[in-house]
Structures are given as C-alpha cells and as structure tokens.
C-alpha cells in the first residue's frame, strides 16, 4: 500500500468546505516553552483516512522548525517550542481518499523559565535556588525580570544573584537559567541528569 505521505505528493488538497476525517489532538490553543506535549490524530467519524502515516509540523512565526514523518495514523509524536517566536503553528497532514488533509493550530506561547531548587525539579521565581546538584544555596529570594533573559534576585545578608542564559531541559521539562553570578562569583548551573545504575559486569572493552 502506497503511504500517506506519499500519496500528497500526488493528490491535490481536500476542500477546506470538506469535513476531515481526522482531528488533531494534543496542542492546546496556549503552549509553555519547554514543556513537552504529544500531538496525535484521531478520527472524526467523518470519511477515511487512507495510507500508513502522517506528517507533523512544528514552526513558530518566522518559520522556524521541523516536519516529523511519523510511520502510522496512530503513531503519537511528543514536540515542545521555544522562547521565542509566538505563535507557533503545529500542523497534520494525511492522506484521504482523493485528497491530502492538512490540519493546523496556531499557539500563542506562555514563555516560561524554572530556576533549579534541586538537582530534579525547577519552579518560578523560587525562594531558594541551587547552583548545581551539590552547589551552593541561596534562600529567602525575591526577583526582578523573571522569564525575561536575566533575571536579577536579592536574598538573606543583602546577597544579590543575577540568572541568565536559559536554555531547554528536558530532565525538569522546560528553560532553565544556566548561569549565575553571586557578587564576584559566577556558576554554570547544568541541566540535571539523572543517572539509574545497574550491577552489571563489564570486562575487556576497548573504547573507541
């Protein structure tokens, strides 16, 4: 059977006056930078979706992103966006009988950054911050320009702390400050890895 993707090539696009029979699910009208969210097709009840796979497209307004060629019409695929660039526009394409569907959400962005109050979790404007896994801490914070690219903190004993350069991390699902200037002294705050061991034995490897 011909897949979906490549039966767009060759057919012309359903009427928009046409109902669709899928529906994309899973993008909320507002996404959070960084979280991560599932966009999945679902049927409508209305036609027939034909072909093994679909095409999911992510690009924020100066067109800026990715396609995603997703092997099955249930295949479920995760994607999160930017700081930068609201709105983002996440899009579907499929195959029909006699034509390629293209469904789309245009999504404001919520820009959002945590700063790391533990090795595995971050919040938003955070009283106490931790300036590495094992680093320093800095407690009873209040801030200025939090989620913008620096933000600026005072705490106990007139401490002053400026945040900047977030960056994605998956590990607590959003941007996090990887950096940190506590008067003369400066952090690189990593994004957190959790590491699960096992016992096994391992003899005679030769890495390259």
Not at 93 to 113: F, G, H, I, N
Not at 114 to 119: E, F, I, R
Not at 182 to 190: K, Q
Request: hydrophobic share 40%; glycine share 12%; charged share 20%.
């Amino acid at each position: 059977m011909i897949g979906a993707l490549a039966l767009s090539v060759a057919l012309a696009a359903c009427p928009a006056d046409t109902p669709a029979a899928m529906r994309l699910d899973g993008v909320p009208t507002t996404l959070i930078s960084g979280r991560s969210y599932t966009a999945s097709l679902a049927p409508t009840g209305v036609g027939q979706a034909v072909g093994n796979g679909w095409k999911l497209g992510v690009f924020d307004r100066l067109g800026r992103g990715y396609f995603a060629d997703l092997p099955g019409l249930d295949f479920q695929q995760a994607f999160s966006v930017g700081l930068t660039g609201t709105p983002y526009t996440v899009s579907a394409t499929y195959a029909e009988r006699d034509c390629t569907r293209t469904l789309s959400v245009t999504a404001a962005v919520e820009r959002r950054v945590l700063g790391l109050v533990s090795c595995r979790r971050g919040a938003v404007e955070p009283r106490t911050i931790v300036l590495g896994c094992r680093g320093r801490h800095v407690r009873s914070l209040t801030w200025r320009g939090w989620n913008s690219d620096v933000a600026i903190g005072h705490g106990a004993g007139d401490t002053r702390v400026r945040l900047s350069r977030p960056e994605e991390c998956a590990a607590v699902g959003g941007f996090i400050y990887t950096r940190a200037r506590v008067g003369a002294r400066r952090y690189v705050i990593d994004c957190p890895i959790v590491l699960v061991f096992a016992r096994v034995s391992v003899r005679n490897v030769r890495w390259k």
